[in-house]
């Protein structure tokens, strides 16, 4: 049997169908809409223009699910509607123009998901999870497989640009600014300074962007890739940037501008806990949540 997710999330807004197999899920649909939610910000309010735009995606993915027999269907949002400081107002006037009804995730329970879901592809042993989203970043710590803390970050990869950048590509001062941000941010962190966590694993778009420029760049193949090559690729931003534009619009065109902060945050996290390689995983927020309210527990 069929289940649909919707993610309404800072940047983008996907769709997400799954069968049920047993106690595993296959995605049969993956399809998005780049919104920039996290854009439609005046004095810390979401305005009419983002929950049009919201709204109107929204009811777009109710017509696709029309033609489609889905057993149940699931709308969460994360930091696109829970970091404004209209959110409950904006979360009912979404509700009343789409019919559906949005369950808002706090960040604690994001990352959380992000990690059930992560673990249901991998074999989880010790590391930092990360995902960078466009508003928020969540960071959880795991030993043996089990969570020991977590934290989410109020930055993104569209946030953190939205605040520094002027163009679409950000200058090195701008970079600098934005490196100088994000360190700030974790040195209060209390649950990863001064440790060394090896291993890194990243869930959400943000990272999978990383790992298809790393691959292009420097061939890098599986699931993984070594914390050098993402330094390196940083180098080659700053220097070259016509060709370092060139590999984002040949990868991802539609994050040309949120690819350099979302690099910056992975950067300055890997810098931090002194991390050797970045596993990425193709299961995170969506899976998790959908293992979660099909389940009944956080963790089975």
């Given at each position: 049997?069929?289940?649909?997710?919707?993610?309404?999330?800072?940047?983008?807004?996907?769709?997400?169908?799954?069968?049920?197999?047993?106690?595993?899920?296959?995605?049969?649909?993956?399809?998005?809409?780049?919104?920039?939610?996290?854009?439609?910000?005046?004095?810390?309010?979401?305005?009419?223009?983002?929950?049009?735009?919201?709204?109107n995606?929204?009811?777009?993915?109710?017509?696709?699910?029309?033609?489609?027999?889905?057993?149940?269907?699931?709308?969460?949002?994360t930091?696109?509607?829970?970091?404004?400081?209209?959110?409950?107002?904006?979360?009912?006037?979404?509700?009343?123009?789409?019919?559906?009804?949005?369950?808002?995730?706090?960040?604690?329970?994001?990352?959380?998901?992000?990690?059930?879901?992560?673990?249901?592809?991998n074999?989880?042993?010790?590391?930092?999870?990360?995902d960078?989203?466009?508003?928020?970043?969540?960071?959880?710590?795991?030993?043996?497989?089990q969570?020991?803390?977590?934290?989410?970050?109020?930055?993104?990869?569209?946030?953190?640009?939205?605040?520094?950048?002027?163009?679409?590509?950000?200058?090195?001062?701008?970079?600098?600014?934005m490196?100088?941000?994000?360190?700030?941010?974790l040195?209060?962190?209390?649950?990863?300074?001064?440790?060394?966590?090896?291993?890194?694993?990243?869930?959400?778009?943000?990272?999978?962007?990383?790992?298809?420029?790393?691959?292009?760049?420097?061939?890098?193949?599986?699931?993984?890739?070594?914390?050098?090559?993402?330094?390196?690729?940083?180098?080659?931003?700053?220097?070259?940037?016509?060709?370092?534009?060139?590999?984002?619009?040949?990868?991802?065109?539609?994050?040309?501008?949120?690819?350099?902060?979302?690099l910056?945050i992975?950067?300055?996290?890997t810098?931090?806990?002194?991390?050797?390689?970045?596993?990425?995983?193709?299961?995170?927020?969506?899976?998790?949540?959908?293992?979660?309210?099909?389940?009944?527990?956080?963790?089975?």
């Open positions: 049997m069929e289940y649909a997710v919707i993610d309404l999330g800072s940047n983008t807004i996907r769709l997400c169908i799954y069968r049920k197999e047993g106690n595993d899920f296959v995605r049969l649909l993956n399809t998005k809409e780049t919104v920039g939610l996290a854009g439609y910000r005046k004095n810390g309010e979401l305005t009419q223009s983002g929950v049009n735009i919201a709204s995606t929204l009811n777009m993915f109710k017509n696709t699910l029309s033609i489609i027999n889905v057993k149940q269907l699931f709308v969460f949002s930091a696109s509607l829970r970091n404004v400081t209209n959110s409950v107002e904006v979360v009912a006037e979404i509700e009343k123009r789409t019919g559906f009804e949005i369950d808002l995730l706090s960040g604690k329970m994001e990352a959380e998901l992000g990690f059930l879901g992560a673990s249901k592809s074999k989880l042993k010790t590391g930092l999870l990360i960078i989203g466009g508003g928020s970043t969540e960071l959880l710590e795991y030993v043996d497989g969570e020991v803390d977590c934290i989410s970050l109020p930055i993104g990869s569209l946030s953190l640009y939205s605040m520094f950048v002027n163009d679409i590509i950000p200058n090195k001062k701008e970079q600098k600014s490196c100088e941000h994000v360190r700030n941010l040195q209060d962190v209390e649950f990863i300074q001064n440790k060394r966590i090896d291993t890194i694993l990243g869930i959400g778009g943000s990272l999978r962007t990383i790992k298809k420029m790393c691959a292009r760049k420097y061939g890098v193949k599986g699931k993984f890739f070594d914390t050098a090559e993402l330094y390196n690729l940083l180098e080659f931003i700053q220097e070259y940037k016509k060709a370092s534009t060139n590999l984002i619009l040949k990868v991802a065109p539609e994050r040309l501008h949120t690819t350099i902060p979302g910056i992975a950067k300055e996290i810098k931090y806990i002194s991390a050797k390689k970045i596993i990425v995983s193709n299961f995170g927020l969506r899976e998790g949540y959908l293992y979660h309210q099909l389940g009944g527990e956080i963790y089975d």
